[in-house]
């Protein structure tokens, strides 16, 4: 037959086994989490309060949903291999070198979204888990879903909010470690800093981007070369003479202490400044002949033209000083937990000779959702904003 190729039905039969067997894989563990949300709210609605008997009527109501659970993976993967199947069929022998190449293409899609998302799905996971049954291996290495769910975890977790010290229930001592373990406070200390440092840095590097981008100075060229090279010297050297001048401040243990080195961005100048170079200086001129300051020129008309790479800057800053670690341990007072910010407050949930590895992850899980709020309502800024800059007209 012309045109038939026994490679290409060896490579379509290849492409439909990995889509059958990941397939399965991807949606059985799906469906078992869905499965495990409802038990969980049905054991809840039937009156189960103790952790223990709520997670076992979870266990047997999972028990229950298995079959369907199983049922439902089957009926999606025959529709799936059904439609290639027919697709297949329908496209000409010509066509079909182009139609494998589709199919790689969206399993190689598909499958590195898997391996990019499984570690957030086996955090969510192991969240559900009862303390101590969290890195039991079942005989499916990609089966991560608990045989009896429960939401303990997510309780002390959020239950672990002591009363600040002075007030009234106030009944143990603020620098022991239990009541330290205040996850509203430092929940509430981690947004109050990532957003305050991510507003600031994006305003003063608008500011520097302008003057480098539309300002006529001496040396300019000079100057910014000049920053740019202080990018190439490593963060590390800096924390020492930082950590001597909050001291000498006065500020050592306090929230200022965290955002106040991290002010200023090279990064974030340059990246405005690249942005600004696309902007046609003779707006700025229009606008300054029609009497506008130059105040008036940055507000009104820069800084809504670049809105894009500034949400992108503030997302990227909001990201560092959420996650920021090292620089918020080394300031924490710890004889003082109220302000002790979320990095540093994961912390101190691993005890001193065992680890709750469930708690810690329920306690991540609601570590992330601002990071993933905000980037849902800020993606198509921050893709036009890495994107720009790029090509100067």
Same mark, same amino acid.
């Given at each position: ?10 490579? +379509? ?13 991807? @949606? ?21 309060? $103790? ?68 570690? *957030? ?20 290495? +990609? %089966? ?16 672990? %909010? ?20 205040? *996850? ?5 200390? $981690? ?32 100057? +910014? ?39 200023? $961005? ?12 696309? @902007? ?37 800053? *909001? ?34 000779? &065992? ?10 899980? +609601?570590?992330?959702?601002? @990071? ?15 994107? &720009? ?5």
């Amino acid at each position: 037959m012309i045109g038939f190729s026994p490679f290409r039905i060896v490579a +379509f039969a290849v492409l439909l086994l990995i889509l059958v067997v990941g397939g399965t894989a991807i @949606i059985e563990q799906l469906l078992r989490f869905g499965s495990m949300v409802a038990a969980l709210f049905f054991a809840s609605t039937m009156g189960f309060e $103790s952790g223990s008997n709520s997670s076992k009527a979870a266990g047997e109501l999972m028990l229950k949903f298995a079959p369907v659970c199983t049922g439902t993976t089957y009926v999606v993967l025959t529709v799936i291999v059904m439609l290639v199947l027919t697709r297949w069929m329908r496209t000409s022998i010509q066509n079909r070198g182009n139609f494998l190449r589709t199919m790689f293409l969206y399993e190689s899609l598909i499958i590195g979204s898997a391996i990019v998302l499984f570690p *957030f799905f086996w955090m969510l996971a192991t969240s559900f888990k009862p303390q101590g049954t969290e890195l039991i291996m079942k005989s499916n290495p +990609f %089966d991560v879903i608990p045989d009896e769910p429960t939401i303990t975890n997510f309780k002390k977790v959020l239950k672990l %909010d002591a009363p600040p010290p002075g007030e009234t229930g106030s009944e143990i001592s603020p620098t022991t470690v239990e009541n330290q373990k205040n *996850f509203g406070t430092f929940f509430k200390n $981690s947004l109050i800093i990532s957003t305050i440092a991510a507003f600031f840095v994006t305003l003063f590097s608008a500011m520097g981007g302008y003057v480098f981008a539309k300002k006529e100075l001496p040396y300019k060229k000079t100057l +910014f070369a000049f920053f740019m090279g202080t990018m190439m010297i490593p963060g590390m050297m800096y924390m020492v003479p930082q950590f001597f001048i909050i001291c000498k401040l006065g500020l050592f243990g306090t929230r200022w202490a965290m955002f106040l080195p991290h002010l200023a $961005s090279v990064f974030g100048v340059f990246m405005f400044k690249q942005f600004m170079d696309t @902007i046609p200086t003779s707006l700025i001129e229009a606008a300054r002949i029609d009497g506008a300051s130059e105040y008036q020129v940055f507000r009104v008309l820069i800084i809504p033209l670049s809105m894009p790479i500034a949400l992108t800057l503030f997302l990227l800053t *909001f990201l560092f000083h959420w996650s920021n670690f090292l620089w918020q341990l080394i300031v924490t007072d710890f004889e003082a937990p109220l302000s002790i910010t979320l990095p540093v407050g994961l912390a101190l949930f691993k005890g001193q000779y &065992s680890m709750d590895l469930s708690l810690i992850m329920s306690a991540s899980c +609601f570590s992330i959702v601002p @990071i993933v709020v905000l980037f849902l309502f800020a993606q198509r800024y921050f893709i036009e904003g890495m994107t &720009s800059g790029a090509v100067k007209e």
